[in-house]
């Protein structure tokens, strides 16, 4: 192999030149309800998550209107959901009559993470990847 070849076989990451999300707002209630459990009941201990409902404008604006917190195991490190196709239906149900639909996943960081700079880990990454696959959001 020729070192043309195996520059060609290498992954390259570019700059992307325009974003494709210009801004993500949340509905007041629906932030404070999943911070408020978060930081009350659960005190940051243990990573929890769920999907984020809403509207995509024509100009890439996300309005973030609910969150769906599917059943899940969250510890200090990992977050594992038990997903309910069944439910999740339901969900996708009622999201689609209000003019809805899944615009992404959030999901927390744990006191023990709560560094002034944080990173991602790789199953973060991959998971995050994996769920946001799922929203057929062909853009992003």
Known sequence: MTMDELIAKQMRVSRQEKPNCESVSFDRDAANCFQHYVNETLVFAVKRGGFMYGTVSE??????????????????????????????????????????????????????????????????????????????????
Do not use: C
């Open 59 to 140: 100009d890439g604006e996300v309005m973030v209107n609910f969150i769906y917190e599917m059943p899940r195991q969250g510890t200090e490190e990992n977050l594992v959901l038990m997903r309910d196709t069944e439910e999740e239906k339901i969900v996708e149900a009622i999201a689609s009559g209000l003019g809805m639909r899944r615009v992404g996943f959030i999901f927390t960081q744990t006191i023990r993470q709560n560094k002034k700079d944080y990173t991602l880990s790789n199953s973060e990454v991959l998971q995050a990847a994996e769920l946001h696959g799922e929203s057929g959001l062909r853009h992003w």
